[in-house]
């Protein structure tokens, strides 16, 4: 059964955005529930891919192998502990291609 979404405004108010994790410097973490594949994104990459209006609530990007539907989006601020140790996708010379490096490499 996959997994049910929040509705698109969880929280009386406005709706978190890219724009305010980026804001607030957070590491996004896209997990699927079905092949438990976990990848780590910086919000403020995110912003230039999809633009700073996208939800919270709402994935970014779907499983290479299961799509959207199974998809879960965290937002976290990164740890002192997680620099150098944290594998974070970043856009390598064109926006398609990403590259893996650790959390406070560039």
């Known amino acids: 059964m996959p ?3 929040p ?3 969880p929280y009386p108010g ?3 955005t890219l724009r305010d994790a980026a804001a607030d410097g ?3 973490t896209l997990r699927c529930n079905l092949c438990r594949r976990k990848v780590h994104f910086l919000a403020s990459d995110l912003v230039d891919i999809v633009g700073p209006d996208w939800p919270m609530h709402e994935p970014v990007l779907p499983c290479h192998k299961h799509g959207r539907e199974y998809v879960d989006m965290r937002a976290r601020l990164p740890q002192q ?3 150098g140790k944290l594998p974070v996708r970043r856009p390598a010379k064109l ?3 990403w590259k893996t ?3 406070g490499d560039e």
Do not use: G, N
């Open 95 to 97: 926006i398609q291609t």
């Open 7 to 9: 509705p698109a405004h």
């Open 14 to 16: 406005k709706c978190r």
């Open 81 to 83: 502990e997680d620099l």
């Open 101 to 103: 490096v650790m959390l």
């Open 3 to 5: 997994v049910s979404h």
């Open 26 to 28: 957070q590491v996004i």
